[in-house]
């Protein structure tokens, strides 16, 4: 059963107002976890030399992968055995899927980390669970005009502590900042980790935070 996600307000944080020349500047930011609805998938893939870019994808492609961004980075080698494997082009590829769909899209992978098919003759993957832009940008919606009455309200008591009025607004800035997210990669235990506790993705999520900047003019 799935349940609607839940926006979770982990801090409020207004900054210390402060009566400046041009008027008053009252800023104000906050925190929130936005629950991660996109997994997005890192491949590092190597293959013979021959190998191109069009036939990686079309592997990954045929693995499950909807349109996988696919590009060359270089030559190497393997060089876990002894003696050094022969040198293989070095590929980078990226899809961003779903966040319910990382569990099947990570199975995919580890079957064909396991059974290569040409022409891949090795291949390594992460992911990371996070926030899309267009959920951001809709609880951005939400949350500056929040912003916006607490810096007035914060900005009428300086102005009232300072014996002036308070003014139309001078200056409005806004930004925003990510500062943490879900990840996991292709380790020992990454399949069972996914297998065995797919609850982790609903709790998984983006904590971003919002700042506004406003000035407000005054008057005697």
Do not use: W
Not at 62 to 83: E, M
Not at 129 to 158: C, G, H, Y
């Amino acid at each position: 059963m799935r349940h609607a996600p839940v926006v979770f307000f982990t801090a409020l944080c207004c900054a210390a107002t402060a009566q400046t020349l041009d008027g008053i500047n009252a800023p104000a930011s906050r925190t929130v976890t936005i629950p991660a609805d996109e997994a997005a998938f890192t491949i590092l893939a190597a293959g013979s030399l021959d190998s191109t870019p069009q036939q990686v994808k079309q592997a990954l492609q045929n693995a499950g992968l909807p349109n996988p961004t696919v590009v060359a980075i270089g030559l190497g080698q393997d060089s876990s055995g002894y003696p050094p494997s022969a040198a293989q082009m070095l590929y980078s590829a990226t899809v961003t899927i779903a966040a319910g769909s990382a569990i099947d899209t990570a199975n995919r992978l580890e079957a064909l980390r396991i059974h290569l098919t040409e022409p891949l003759q090795n291949l390594q993957y992460s992911v990371a669970f996070n926030a899309s832009q267009a959920k951001v940008d809709a609880l951005r919606e939400t949350v500056l005009p929040q912003l916006m009455e607490e810096s007035r309200r914060a900005a009428q008591a300086l102005a009232a502590a300072a014996g002036v009025k308070l003014g139309g607004v001078r200056l409005v800035s806004d930004s925003g900042g990510v500062y943490a997210y879900v990840a996991a990669s292709r380790a020992p235990y990454f399949s069972s980790l996914l297998l065995g506790y797919p609850s982790a993705l609903a709790s998984s999520g983006t904590q971003y935070t919002f700042y506004l900047n406003v000035v407000f003019a005054t008057a005697p």
